[in-house]
């Protein structure tokens, strides 16, 4: 019974120091990313509508496309746009 106390008291006393270890920065935190710091305006392909951050869209005549294979799609399907 004893042995048994002391193997409890062991597994807590451990998982507090763990505890402790992570939050004053140890372990653990390089696993965040951390968070954006100004929000990027989102943006519609002109031909599949998925939604995108102006930063990845790609500008052509008709709009802003998720991709290179979307640009010429649509500038293909309009060619007086």
């Known amino acids: ?15 507090l ?7 004053a920065g140890g372990e653990g935190t390089s696993r965040r990313k951390p968070p ?12 599949c509508g998925v939604h ?3 930063d990845e869209a790609l ?5 802003v496309f998720c991709g290179e294979a979307h640009r010429a799609a649509y500038e293909q399907q309009h060619p007086n746009s």
């Open 36 to 47: 954006s710091a100004t929000p990027q305006t989102m943006l519609v392909c002109a031909h």
């Open 52 to 54: 995108l951050p102006r």
């Open 59 to 63: 500008p052509g005549r008709g709009g």
């Open 17 to 23: 120091l763990r505890g402790l270890v992570r939050r």
């Open 1 to 15: 019974m004893k042995l048994l106390v002391v193997i409890v008291a062991l597994v807590v006393l451990w998982l």
